[in-house]
């Protein structure tokens, strides 16, 4: 079965808002698969995966950023110092390989 979660964060510190974000995503999954990532232009984006990782162990992270804001169940966020939003996901069968060239 495959079960997710999305959570996402506006606070002011880039690491904070990546730890905050990756701890509210991993609820109730016994062991997160993969994470997909987006943050805003205006975080500092090696602190924002910082935080992720502290959270999210050893899964992998795929993630891009954005100018604009994300769309969550609860509406389109953005922030002025900066936003992170994460989809995290979790199967008993599901596979996650890195590509590399």
């Known amino acids: 079965m495959l079960k997710s979660n999305v959570a996402w964060s506006t606070n002011e510190d880039s690491y904070i808002q ?3 974000t990756a701890a509210k ?7 997160t698969k993969v994470a997909f990532l987006y ?3 205006d975080s500092d ?6 935080g992720a990782k502290s959270e999210l ?3 992998p992270i795929i ?5 604009a804001g994300i769309i969550t169940p609860d509406g389109f966020v953005t922030g002025e110092k900066g936003f ?3 989809l995290a996901l979790r199967r008993s069968r599901f596979k996650s390989r890195s590509c590399r060239s």
């Open 18 to 20: 990546g730890k905050e």
């Open 25 to 31: 995503a991993v609820v109730d999954l016994v062991e």
């Open 39 to 41: 943050t805003s232009v």
């Open 45 to 50: 984006v090696a602190k924002v995966l910082e």
């Open 57 to 59: 162990g050893t899964a």
């Open 63 to 67: 993630g891009c950023t954005s100018s």
């Open 84 to 86: 992170t939003g994460i």
